[in-house]
């Protein structure tokens, strides 16, 4: 019969491999530094996607010879690289110098301050214009060869139209969520070439691996080049996207999720329970759904409010649709119509096709490491 | 200057290391494996939470002297845990000899057949009542301690007013996600101990430590105690809460959440744009909207209608004041009101209140596990 001293000494076993995990941890990042460093010199990209592939597969089956759960060890590999990613990216490879000086208007703004700070990592000079350095704008503006434009969507206008003029060699570029229409008031107000990029990520990011991208062609596209390998260099994912297909796209996942969570989030906040009471008797899936519409109200009210506002008019006809959809389901449920609630279900299915076995799994691990990071009150 | 050589002799170290890892953590499984043992012999609860918290200090703090990310070994560890969880479950302790023999009825089904698993993990003898064993009904049920009953919602009440009669001192118990009538129907045909659970879990999870139940007292709460203990020994975290306000959190959360997500699948299955271009430019946080609402479809549309019309009676109101609010949203939007957003906005935010720091930082955790896990095409 065992007994605690049994389990004392087995929790000692325990300890002593986790010591060894850290002090391997140690050994590792040491190692994914010298190839960070390695990396900047020769100006590979931070992501070797066939490197990282070749790493996983060989680990895998030396798990399975093991006895060792592979998808243990996968996961794990992956939270490692996440933290040579973070790492290395302290010293990036410059892969377009003649893109310097470089000027972030708009550089005091988080996103701003996440390029300003990823550009000077690959060595470029980075110069900042913001309200406090307006009345310097001519002389920061002196030279440079890529103008970033980093400014809330409903500012843009009047913030390039604002400009000194720039050299006509000079690289313009906004990455504010909307393209169609900054990249005409890019391409009014500069000769040069025009890039509209949309970054599909926020300021809080640990590191630029994987991260995508969105590329909508101004002007002179192959002055762009140069700008699209350094984030290439960084690890990002390039989409490439005609700007009127890319607002559409907005529009429906990004506007109308927008507006139906602040909804969401207004209808709950009207109910009698708590949120922890509603939190106490959800499951993973619910506690994720609500974390989702918990977090837009971290934001500002009023900068939440000036998004909504600019993005109304082109998603009036979509929020329309939305709200018939709404109220069509609810005659369906209404007349207890069986039938014409599993067609209506059956179409939104084939639109989900085989994704949503993929969302399945996906969606499952994800809650998996929902639940492994819980603390429990 | 650093050449290729050298690139690959640090990857070989990086291979070396993750060699070293695998091994290491065969080493942890045979260890925890041994302590699961220990734990099912002194019946010792799968879940502590003070041992947990103390390794995860101690290797925290031991990261930190040796200048390793903390938060990449905490992330480790638990990602280890749910390993060891998930081995340590094969063999699990009895916390109620005397509830067994227990009858799953509807133990075909995929929750059912969870449940089974699990008692018989525990020693318990379970037999399985599901329609290929009708004709046995009485013979299956004579001597049964603990009759639980996992069949689809619309079916439980057919399916409890058919079984034979049950001894008295049977405890009856259901896990459907409606608590007040099933209790009630459940109270009507046994005159012994009765009690609702809810665990707020699917057939898929890959252990059930700290999963939640939610518990509802039916009759003769004392001699559910030993379920409640059986549940906690598996490393559950039981809530208890009144059939009633259960019922109504449920149709906040659950249920209007269920059908908002249904709208908004057959919204973007009206669009002209494939799932693929939107996936293609979605950002991680849509990513995970797009697949909440995604596997829902996953589901069988004649069982979901099923579920969707059983619930509509009791949400018909909150469906019509979600409605509402959509309509009063549009409006300010449409007369450009700034002032009754900011206002809209504000008390959602004061719902939300504190969480949504919490909401942030969490979902922050879990995009950058998404991040991890993202395999490019």
């Known amino acids: 019969m065992a007994d605690i001293n049994d389990l004392d000494q087995l929790r000692a076993g325990i300890d002593e491999c986790d010591a060894q995990l850290v002090a391997l941890l140690a050994k590792r990042n040491s190692i994914t530094g010298q190839i960070g460093a390695i990396k900047q010199q020769t100006g590979a990209p931070l992501h070797a996607p066939d490197r990282e592939a070749a790493l996983l597969a060989a680990r895998r089956e030396e798990a399975i010879s093991q006895g060792v759960n592979p998808e243990l060890v996968e996961d794990i590999l992956r939270r ?5 990613y973070q790492n290395q990216q302290a010293k990036l490879a410059c892969a377009a110098a003649n893109l310097s000086p470089i000027v972030i208007v708009g550089g005091e703004g988080a996103m701003g301050q996440l390029f300003a700070k990823q550009f000077q990592r690959s060595g470029y000079e980075v110069k900042i214009l913001d309200k406090s350095q307006q009345h310097n704008a001519t002389e920061i503006l002196r030279g440079a060869k890529l103008v970033m434009v980093s400014v809330p969507i409903n500012a843009l206008e009047s913030v390039v139209k604002s400009l000194p003029k720039l050299d006509d060699d000079c690289l313009l570029v906004d990455i504010t969520s909307v393209k169609q229409a ?3 008031v890019l391409k009014a107000v500069h000769n040069g070439p025009v890039v509209g990029l949309h970054p599909m990520f926020g300021p809080d990011i640990s590191h630029w691996v994987k991260q995508t991208v969105v590329v909508c062609e101004g002007r002179d596209h192959h002055v762009a080049q140069g700008l699209l390998q350094q984030l290439q260099v960084w690890g990002c994912q390039l989409v490439e996207l005609d700007a009127k297909k890319h607002d559409e796209a907005m529009q429906i996942i990004q506007v109308m ?13 009207k109910q009698s329970h ?11 899936i619910y506690q994720l759904e609500l974390m989702m519409v918990g977090r837009l109200f971290a934001q500002s009210p009023e900068l939440y409010s000036d998004i909504m506002l600019a993005q109304f008019d082109n998603v009036e006809e979509l929020l329309a649709q939305y709200q018939d959809t709404f109220a069509q389901t609810l005659e369906k449920l209404k007349a207890g119509d069986k039938d014409a609630l599993m067609s209506a279900f059956a179409q939104a299915k084939a639109y989900f ?25």
């Not at 490692?80 to 040579?84: I, N, W």
């Not at 708590?274 to 993973?284: I, Q, Y």
């Open 80 to 84: 490692m690289m996440r933290e040579a």
């Open 182 to 184: 900054p990249l005409a």
């Open 257 to 269: 999720r927008h507006l139906t969570t602040f909804v969401y989030g207004q209808f709950l906040a």
């Open 274 to 284: 708590t949120l922890a009471e509603l939190r106490s008797c959800s499951s993973p």
């Open 353 to 377: 096709s085989d994704s949503t076995a993929h969302f399945l799994t996906q969606s499952r691990s994800l809650l998996n490491k929902a639940n492994d990071a819980k603390v429990l009150d």
